[in-house]
Antibody
Framework: EVQLVQSGAEVKKPGESLRISCKGS????????ISWVRQMPGKGLEWMGR????????YYSPSFQGHVTISADKSISTAYLQWSSLKASDTARYYC???????????????WGLGTLVTVSS | DIQMTQSPSSLSASVGDRVTITCQAS??????LNWYQEKPGKAPKLLIY???NLQAGVPSRFSGSGSGTDFTFTISSLQPEDIATYYC?????????FGQGTKLEIK
């Protein structure tokens, strides 16, 4: 069974750094890109960027370029999203996901983690 | 970036009603469009892929249609468990983009 297991909720202060994680299991981690998606409180879904776990090549949405860093460690099947200096406006739930349709048995699937809630408050 | 304009932003309907949500892309995305259902506290669930294909296990009252720039998502007979927020998402080109979401409520 494909699973993306995300790290637990975080409460941080403005200016602090943070790295959250997403561990893939049930499939070959290096086969599929991992995307990160933000959902601010009461708002919609925003695609932040993705990483190829094999090469660590990344693509960022222009809205998030320079504000976050996406990385991966293929040896432990884990992707990361990190901030060097958090702001209150980073308060959101962050999902990792395999968004490229994966098809088998006559249907296609995408896979999502349950999300990591990040709260930034002084 | 491809902009996805989804409407309405909210919708109130009665059980048994036919519900329609539209999504318009700012450029041709062929049929590279998914529809998701999001319920509170849960990850988004894929309902429709490639604009019109029902994902396995999803009730047949859900359907999608369209190609190019104009897409439609339909629930043929609204059920109480369909209360959720629905999103379209294009995957024709990076950056992927979502519609603004449609919050569906029971009247």
């Amino acid at each position: 069974e494909v699973q993306l297991v995300q790290s637990g909720a975080e409460v941080k202060k403005p200016g602090e750094s943070l790295r959250i994680s997403c561990k893939g299991s049930g499939y070959t981690f290096t086969t599929y890109w991992i995307s990160w998606v933000r959902q601010m409180p009461g708002k919609g879904l925003e695609w932040m960027g993705r990483i190829d776990p094999t090469t660590s090549i990344t693509y960022y949405s222009p809205s998030f370029q320079g504000h976050v860093t996406i990385s991966a460690d293929k040896s432990i099947s884990t992707a990361y999203l990190q901030w060097s200096s958090l702001k209150a406006s980073d308060t959101a739930r962050y999902y990792c996901a395999r968004l490229e349709n994966s098809c088998s048995g006559g249907s296609c699937y995408t896979y999502w983690g349950l999300g990591t809630l990040v709260t930034v408050s002084s | 970036d491809i902009q996805m304009t989804q409407s309405p932003s909210s919708l109130s309907a009665s059980v048994g009603d036919r519900v329609t949500i539209t999504c318009q892309a700012s450029q041709d995305i062929i049929n590279y469009l998914n529809w998701y259902q999001e319920k509170p506290g849960k990850a988004p669930k894929l309902l429709i892929y490639d604009a019109s294909n029902l994902q396995a296990g999803v009730p047949s009252r859900f359907s999608g249609s369209g190609s190019g720039t104009d897409f439609t998502f339909t629930i043929s007979s609204l059920q109480p468990e369909d209360i959720a927020t629905y999103y379209c998402q294009q995957y024709d080109s990076l950056p992927y983009t979502f519609g603004q979401g449609t919050k569906l409520e029971i009247k």
